[in-house]
């Protein structure tokens, strides 16, 4: 075992923590009353290379490997999450998905603009009866012969509003159930593609979440990911790498609320002394300080074994289930340190702590989380 990270890592990291810095915590308060796009923000986000960390050169891609990906995702997720679910849609799902299960020309025509931040990707699974019940698609894929006939909604779209390209997942064959699903990719501008209602939403809320429809929507076949039927697991195995971000991004949210906390009990004073100097409150920080590295240690282990190209299934889903409840539990512990401060929007805690709830419910919940590892035990 190294726990080393290489110069390489580490310059990764340091970008960006000085991205998250400069860039993004200027307004972050404003953006999140306002529910405002960070447009500004991801545009650079893509001019750095943020956007398509770990596809391939060939591309437009960064080429880096997914420890790389996950140290960028914790220092970014430290004071914007909403940039970095962005930032963890585009990489996890569609840059991904893309790349490892779709065509030459797919790729040539899609993945190139999205991994330089031309354009920005959504993965459209989640309908308004089909959350975790994944199988239950009602959007329909109508096979007509040389294109797919799509109609239905999606809800809960990350990057609904903003996207440029989406991965659809529909049902083709009601009677195959799982095995009559497909993915087709479509474009924004496509007759019938309209963009719902965007949701007002408790944490995140500089990210845009929509609800999407289609009514009868031309794909061409030749946008279909994968041979008839692939969709699910198409979808399956994409979001098994989304859990590594997502689990990094519940990370990043627990470490940024541990450091502001650590700081403030430097600088607030109670009874004459530091707070930090009550026991109180070292027990509080000494229990977050080892819950995070023990989150981190979790995340780096998922991240590592995606690139040695092993088995990842369980330690992603450990990484995301423990990261995730870390997340909530140290951002509310943050708070507490900062007492009546830490409600107030200013110092940042309280946006943490409704940012932090997202991550047990997106791309698996903390219960399906459990079933996957459970299944994973005795496979």
């Given at each position: ?176 159930k799982h095995r009559g699903i497909n993915c087709l990719i479509v474009e924004k501008g496509t007759p019938g593609f309209v963009v719902g209602k965007k949701e007002d939403k ?50 990043g949210i627990a470490a940024g609320a541990y450091e502001l906390a650590l700081k403030y009990s430097q600088e607030r004073k109670s009874f004459g002394k530091q707070i930090f ?21 979790l995340v780096y282990k998922a991240a590592r074994l995606k690139d040695e190209h092993k088995d990842y299934i369980q330690a992603a889903a450990m990484a995301k289930l423990f ?57």
């Open positions: 075992m190294n726990f080393n990270l290489s110069e390489e890592h580490l310059a990764v990291k340091e970008a960006a923590r000085d991205f998250a810095q400069n860039e993004l915590l200027p307004g972050i308060v404003e953006r999140d009353n306002e529910a405002r796009f960070p447009a500004e923000q991801v545009k650079k986000m893509g001019e750095l290379g943020f956007l398509g960390m770990m596809v391939s050169p060939d591309y437009g891609g960064g080429g880096m490997d997914t420890v790389s990906y996950v140290l960028a995702m914790e220092e970014i997720s430290k004071i914007d999450a909403s940039a970095s679910v962005i930032m963890s849609v585009n990489n996890s799902l569609v840059c991904y998905g893309l790349e490892a299960f779709g065509t030459e020309e797919q790729k040539q025509t899609y993945l190139t603009r999205l991994a330089t931040g031309e354009t920005l990707g959504a993965f459209c699974l989640s309908e308004p009866e089909a959350g975790s019940d994944a199988t239950s698609q009602a959007t329909t894929a109508e096979d007509k012969g040389d294109y797919y006939l799509v109609n239905g909604t999606k809800n809960w779209i990350t990057n609904g509003n903003s996207s440029g390209i989406c991965l659809v997942i529909a049902q083709t064959d009601r009677e195959k408790m944490g995140i809320r500089a990210s845009d979440t929509h609800s999407l429809l289609f009514t009868d929507v031309k794909i061409p076949k030749e946008n279909r990911i994968g041979e008839d039927g692939f969709g699910f697991k198409f979808a399956m195995s994409t979001l098994n790498g989304g859990r590594i971000g997502i689990a990094a991004q519940a990370l100097e009550h026991q109180a409150i070292q027990f509080k920080l000494a229990e977050m300080a080892t819950k995070i590295e023990a989150a981190r240690l990261a995730s409840e870390i997340a909530m539990w140290a951002t509310t512990e943050a708070v507490q340190i900062h007492g009546g401060y830490g409600y107030v929007k200013e110092f940042h805690v309280e946006r943490l702590m409704r940012d932090a709830k997202i991550t047990q419910i997106y791309e698996g919940t903390s219960e399906i989380q459990k079933l996957v590892i459970a299944r994973e035990l005795i496979r």
